[in-house]
């Protein structure tokens, strides 16, 4: 099955720098990859996620980039906000399943202000 | 959250005991989901339906139990054979696991302790 990894497992960055989380999958046929964010004591919410016939996406401020041949992507935060902090879970999937999301460890993000 | 409702907020299990949780949604989607969330780890697949009468076991469905009788519903018992049953449970649904882009929106989760 799919296996992803996600590093770092903690994350400490000034207000207004920039965050970058990575994650690699070792399924070839996924094609699907979604990033969560989840704030103490709630259940995560999709921030922005890519397909995998885009090599890059942006959302203001949010942007995820994807490597097929290296089976990697990330999550790039810029100017950072102390309401960023939160654990960001990366996801890996095969469309049409519905198993899918199979979940990296997380990262917990701290902007101090 | 999103139209997914977990309860209770906080449930404790005694030695041996069974217990439910509660997951319901609006969203009138097919497929629903429970994962189990421990510290410093991601989510779990537990179990999943993608349609009424009808579900799957997820990755980590030992001593757990499910029913789907209704859409909208979709709850988690914890049974006595689960030996290490603390953690958080989270309940998602999706409306189409047949599209390209699947999202899953997640209730607020149910924190599980054992007396």
């Known amino acids: 099955g799919e296996n992803v990894e996600q590093h770092p497992s903690t994350l400490s960055v000034q207000e207004g720098d920039s965050a970058v989380i990575k994650c690699t999958y070792s399924d070839s046929a996924s094609n699907y990859f979604p990033w969560y964010k989840q704030e103490l004591g709630k259940g995560p919410q999709l921030i922005i996620d890519i397909r995998s016939n885009v090599g890059e996406k942006k959302d203001q401020r949010i942007a995820v980039t994807l490597n097929k041949t290296a089976k990697h992507f990330s999550l790039h935060i810029t100017e950072t906000q102390p309401e960023d902090s939160a654990v960001y879970f990366c996801?890996?999937?095969?469309?049409?399943?519905?198993?899918?999301?199979?979940f990296g460890s997380g990262t917990q993000l701290t902007v101090l202000p | 959250d999103g139209g997914i409702t977990q309860s209770p907020k906080y449930l404790f299990r005694k030695e041996g005991q069974n217990v439910t949780l509660s997951c319901e949604q609006n969203l009138n989607h097919d497929a629903m989901y429970w994962y189990r969330q421990d510290p410093g780890q991601g989510l779990r697949l537990i179990y999943y339906s993608q349609i009424v009468n009808d579900f799957q076991k997820g990755d980590i469905a030992e001593g757990y139990s499910v029913s789907r009788e209704k859409k909208e519903s979709f709850p988690l018992t914890v049974t006595s054979a689960q030996k290490n049953p603390t953690a958080f449970y989270l309940c998602?649904?999706?409306?189409?696991?047949?599209?390209?882009?699947?999202?899953?929106?997640f209730g607020a989760g149910t924190r599980l302790s054992v007396l």
């Open positions: 998602a649904s999706s409306s189409d696991y047949n599209l390209a882009k699947n999202i899953q929106y």
């Open positions: 996801a890996a999937s095969l469309s049409g399943s519905a198993r899918q999301l199979t």
